[in-house]
Nanobody, 124 residues
Framework: QVQLVESGGGLVQAGGSLRLSCVAS????????MAWFRQRPGQEREFVAA????????YFADFVEGRFTISRDNTKNTVYLQMNSLKPEDTATYYC?????????????????WGQGTQVAVSS
């Protein structure tokens, strides 16, 4: 099994930046898609961004609007979410997730392993 541990959350002012990290451990030899989701207070979890195994394909939720980038370093079993121009509405718990590699990075379902989440708070 794969375990995922997120880090990098915190409190930041609107317009600021944060970089989230997610480290995978365990059976990490299988190629996989990685994604970030978030759950805002009182709302359901929603998709944020995904990246394929090679790191050459990405998919973002519409609300990202070019503010976030996703990347991965397979030598470190780590995926990153760089968040810039943060807004108060980005306040949420952010989760990383993975699934066996697919050819359809734009499909946001099918993620089978989840981390515990890291909290992001953006003040106005």
């Amino acid at each position: 099994q794969v375990q995922l541990v997120e880090s990098g959350g915190g409190l930041v002012q609107a317009g600021g930046s944060l970089r989230l990290s997610c480290v995978a451990s365990g059976h990490t030899h299988m190629s996989n898609d990685m994604a970030w989701f978030r759950q805002r207070p009182g709302q359901e979890r929603e998709f944020v961004a995904a990246i394929n195994w090679s790191g050459g394909e990405f998919y973002f939720a519409d609300f990202v609007e070019g503010r976030f980038t996703i990347s991965r370093d397979n030598t470190k079993n780590t995926v990153y979410l760089q968040m810039n121009s943060l807004k108060p509405e980005d306040t949420a718990t952010y989760y990383c997730a993975n699934r066996p590699e697919t050819d359809i990075i734009g499909v946001t379902t099918g993620y089978t392993t989840w981390g515990q989440g890291t909290q992001v708070a953006v003040s106005s």
